[in-house]
Antibody, heavy 120, light 110 residues
Framework: EVQLVQSGAEVKKPGESLKISCKGSGFIFSNYWIGWVRQMPGKGLEWMGVIYPGDSDTKYSPSFQGLVTISADKSINSAYLQWNGLKASDTAIYYC?????????????WGQGTLVTVSS | QAVVTQEPSLTVSPGGTVTLTCASSTGAVTSGYYPNWVQQKPGQAPTALIYSTKNKHSWTPARFSGSLLGGKAALTLSGVQPEDEADYYCLLNYGDGHLIFGGGTRLTVL
């Protein structure tokens, strides 16, 4: 079964660092793009960026460039989203999503989401 | 950065037909933007419905169809069911891995 399983909910304080994960199974992880999407409380979906685990080619949305780091480890079929210095405004659900093929034109499968809460 | 615009909300009666649209601030939406449509029900993760304008995933009900209409991407639901009540988002591809979601349409079945 093709799956994306994300790491569990996190509660952090402002200024702390965090790395959340998205693990794929049932497919050749290196051959598909993985995107990251933010959903702030009660708001819509926002595209953050994508990575191709095969060669770690990474593209960021201008709104998120420099604010987060997207990475991947193809040896363990995992992609990551990382913050250095969280803010309260980073409180959101973060989803990973897998492409349908080897390009970014179509999107196939979503992870279950990771809730990140940043509060003092 | 471009802005992708959708109707904030629409209401449809059960069994009816409704069309949701997706416009780009850069001009007409063409197949080259590879429009994707995503459904999100309350409290759930999103689910992919349509890709590359009109292609359905294996799990996409036949009553959902995608198209281009008057310079916009469109998602049409024919024979709407109560379980279709959800938020719907379009996703456009501006090239080089740059993608943007629309603001979403809340569909009410009433």
């Amino acid at each position: 079964e093709v799956q994306l399983v994300q790491s569990g909910a996190e509660v952090k304080k402002p200024g702390e660092s965090l790395k959340i994960s998205c693990k794929g199974s049932g497919f050749i992880f290196s051959n598909y793009w993985i995107g990251w999407v933010r959903q702030m409380p009660g708001k819509g979906l926002e595209w953050m960026g994508v990575i191709y685990p095969g060669d770690s080619d990474t593209k960021y949305s201008p709104s998120f460039q420099g604010l987060v780091t997207i990475s991947a480890d193809k040896s363990i079929n995992s992609a990551y989203l990382q913050w250095n210095g969280l803010k309260a405004s980073d409180t959101a659900i973060y989803y990973c999503v897998r492409s349908n093929g080897a390009d970014t034109s179509s999107w196939y499968l979503w992870g279950q989401g990771t809730l990140v809460t940043v509060s003092s | 950065q471009a802005v992708v615009t959708q109707e904030p909300s629409l209401t449809v009666s059960p069994g009816g037909t409704v069309t949701l649209t997706c416009a780009s601030s850069t001009g007409a939406v063409t197949s080259g933007y590879y429009p994707n449509w995503v459904q999100q029900k309350p409290g759930q993760a999103p689910t992919a419905l349509i890709y590359s304008t009109k292609n359905k995933h294996s799990w996409t009900p036949a009553r959902f169809s995608g198209s281009l209409l008057g310079g916009k991407a469109a998602l049409t639901l024919s024979g709407v069911q109560p379980e279709d009540e959800a938020d719907y988002y379009c996703l456009l591809n501006y090239g080089d891995g740059h993608l943007i979601f629309g603001g979403g349409t809340r569909l009410t079945v009433l």
